[in-house]
């Protein structure tokens, strides 16, 4: 006869193996699948419960098959939960969860999708493996299509395209997904795998097909990329791109930032990073290419942060863009105390302090290389675009004591540039831009159009 402690023990027994497998369900993802798009990858899984989970993400050029085998596998990189939301669209449309789509006006991911895109770098057949990490634990249990992948995928690198979200009207909303590590095809264009950012493009296919001229416009510090068509150039390609991210200070001044942020008493051992440059001339690249533009006839046109993306991708790269317009601008980020910046700890979390001024990629110092009248010095007799801006003397975010400095070195170095000042603020009924110049700066707006890369000025 058997012990009622003996019976005790036996149904423990048994209750514990019977609720392993549902623990480990728990902590073990679900249903992964590897698309293949463009020179990108992507992963989708089912989550686990909880939000404070962490999914890592692991390729292998051999199959994971058991937990040992992800010694050898490539930690690609990490995504918290709900990977699969917008987080910039939810958060500019009040709270109201919008999804990826991962194909081009395809069907949205569901609020319990896991995602990560990985950048094709190299022909190679690949194997993936999702595991989750739950307060600092992994649970590497290992079940094929479950979080790892049975079957290889087939990868070539291409060139990695935005996908279609959106259509309304003219209107084009798109994301785009980058990498950390440059591939054949693309740079890095950010110090984390799988960043998603958004974009529009403006496009009317009812107007001329010949070749159109391509707007840039950068969004102020406070915006986003939801412009509206230009009203008065509606046969223009209107790129707007999207300079944001989760962390503060959530934007990069269309510049970039160090790969070791947020960490910047660290940035003297590493590169600041032109990110955010490279990300935008890539995205126009594919602008004017997937409509028909006129590449002698590119602009840019900005407000605030927007007016100093525009002029110093201006004049970085001169052979791109054919003129600028500015409205209350900062010209040289260095320029950061007695009211010449409200903003500087925003610079140290980026790229650093002036004090340190440590590497940019193309090896100058980062503050020489956000410093207009650097770059102005630099170009010597190359002609640089035509550039207006609109700036005030009380400016409270951007200050006055920069600008005629730049006035006076542009001047010298016979570039063509007009400067329109007013003792106009920033923001407020007293800001420069609704102000005693306003009806002349849209009337050199109209003119801007006139300008070619490939003439002489008008």
Same mark, same amino acid.
């Given at each position: 006869m058997r012990s009622r402690l003996g019976l005790k023990i036996a149904s423990l027994a048994a209750i514990t193996c019977l609720l392993a497998p549902a623990l480990s369900a728990q902590t073990v993802v679900s249903e992964l699948q590897a698309r293949v798009r463009s020179g990108q990858v992507f992963l989708t899984w089912k989550e686990v419960p909880g939000a404070a989970v962490t999914y890592h993400v692991y390729r292998s050029a051999s199959p994971i098959d058991e937990p040992s085998d992800l010694a050898s596998a490539a930690l690609l990189g990490s995504v918290g939960a709900e990977s699969s939301k917008n987080r910039r669209n939810t @958060? @500019?449309?009040?709270?109201?969860?919008? /999804? /990826?789509?991962?194909?081009? @006006?395809?069907?949205?991911? @569901? &609020?319990?999708?896991?995602?990560?895109?990985?950048?094709?770098?190299?022909?190679?057949?690949a194997w993936y493996a999702v595991i989750a990490n739950i307060d600092?634990?992994?649970?590497?249990?290992?079940?094929? &299509?479950?979080?790892?992948?049975?079957?290889?995928?087939?990868?070539?690198?291409e060139r990695p395209l935005p996908v279609l979200q959106r259509v309304d009207g003219v209107k084009r909303d798109y994301v785009h997904w980058v990498s950390d590590v440059a591939t054949p095809f693309a740079p890095a264009m950010w110090f984390s795998a799988s960043q998603a950012f958004n974009l529009r493009i403006n496009y009317d296919p009812l107007i001329d097909p010949n070749p159109r001229p391509t707007l840039v416009r950068l969004h102020f510090r406070d915006g986003n990329y939801q412009h509206e068509p230009e009203p008065s150039h509606p046969e223009a390609?209107?790129?707007?791109?999207? &300079?944001?991210?989760?962390?503060?200070p959530n934007v990069t001044y269309w510049y970039g930032v160090n790969p070791l942020f947020p960490d910047y008493l660290a940035y003297p051992t590493s590169v600041t990073q032109d990110y955010t440059v490279r990300r935008v001339l890539f995205e126009l690249d594919y602008a004017q290419t997937a409509f028909p533009a006129d590449l002698a006839r590119t602009y840019l046109v900005g407000v605030s942060m927007g007016a100093m993306?525009?002029?110093?991708?201006? /004049?970085?790269?001169?052979?791109?863009?054919?003129?600028?317009q500015l409205v209350l601008t900062k010209f040289d980020m260095e320029c950061q105390f007695n009211g010449c910046w409200w903003e500087f700890p925003a610079g140290w979390k980026l790229w650093g302090t002036p004090e340190q001024n440590g590497l940019c990629n193309d090896g100058m110092p980062t503050y020489d290389r956000l410093d207009l009248s650097h770059l102005v010095a630099l170009a010597g007799d190359e002609d640089l675009p035509p550039i207006v801006t609109l700036d005030g003397r009380q400016d409270e975010y951007f200050g006055w004591a920069e600008k005629p400095t730049v006035m006076n070195t542009l001047a010298a170095a016979e570039q063509s540039a007009t400067f329109f000042w007013d003792n106009g603020t920033h923001v407020g009924p007293s800001a420069t831009a609704s102000g005693l110049w306003a009806p002349v700066w849209w009337q050199r707006f109209e003119e801007m159009w006139r300008y070619r890369l490939d003439q002489a000025f008008p």
């Amino acid at each position: 006869m058997r012990s009622r402690l003996g019976l005790k023990i036996a149904s423990l027994a048994a209750i514990t193996c019977l609720l392993a497998p549902a623990l480990s369900a728990q902590t073990v993802v679900s249903e992964l699948q590897a698309r293949v798009r463009s020179g990108q990858v992507f992963l989708t899984w089912k989550e686990v419960p909880g939000a404070a989970v962490t999914y890592h993400v692991y390729r292998s050029a051999s199959p994971i098959d058991e937990p040992s085998d992800l010694a050898s596998a490539a930690l690609l990189g990490s995504v918290g939960a709900e990977s699969s939301k917008n987080r910039r669209n939810t @958060l @500019l449309d009040g709270d109201v969860p919008d /999804y /990826y789509a991962i194909e081009d @006006l395809g069907p949205r991911l @569901l &609020d319990d999708d896991g995602l990560f895109v990985h950048t094709i770098g190299a022909t190679e057949l690949a194997w993936y493996a999702v595991i989750a990490n739950i307060d600092g634990n992994e649970d590497t249990t290992i079940v094929g &299509d479950g979080n790892s992948t049975i079957a290889g995928t087939d990868e070539v690198p291409e060139r990695p395209l935005p996908v279609l979200q959106r259509v309304d009207g003219v209107k084009r909303d798109y994301v785009h997904w980058v990498s950390d590590v440059a591939t054949p095809f693309a740079p890095a264009m950010w110090f984390s795998a799988s960043q998603a950012f958004n974009l529009r493009i403006n496009y009317d296919p009812l107007i001329d097909p010949n070749p159109r001229p391509t707007l840039v416009r950068l969004h102020f510090r406070d915006g986003n990329y939801q412009h509206e068509p230009e009203p008065s150039h509606p046969e223009a390609i209107m790129l707007s791109p999207d &300079d944001w991210f989760e962390t503060w200070p959530n934007v990069t001044y269309w510049y970039g930032v160090n790969p070791l942020f947020p960490d910047y008493l660290a940035y003297p051992t590493s590169v600041t990073q032109d990110y955010t440059v490279r990300r935008v001339l890539f995205e126009l690249d594919y602008a004017q290419t997937a409509f028909p533009a006129d590449l002698a006839r590119t602009y840019l046109v900005g407000v605030s942060m927007g007016a100093m993306g525009s002029a110093f991708l201006a /004049y970085r790269h001169p052979e791109r863009f054919a003129a600028a317009q500015l409205v209350l601008t900062k010209f040289d980020m260095e320029c950061q105390f007695n009211g010449c910046w409200w903003e500087f700890p925003a610079g140290w979390k980026l790229w650093g302090t002036p004090e340190q001024n440590g590497l940019c990629n193309d090896g100058m110092p980062t503050y020489d290389r956000l410093d207009l009248s650097h770059l102005v010095a630099l170009a010597g007799d190359e002609d640089l675009p035509p550039i207006v801006t609109l700036d005030g003397r009380q400016d409270e975010y951007f200050g006055w004591a920069e600008k005629p400095t730049v006035m006076n070195t542009l001047a010298a170095a016979e570039q063509s540039a007009t400067f329109f000042w007013d003792n106009g603020t920033h923001v407020g009924p007293s800001a420069t831009a609704s102000g005693l110049w306003a009806p002349v700066w849209w009337q050199r707006f109209e003119e801007m159009w006139r300008y070619r890369l490939d003439q002489a000025f008008p």
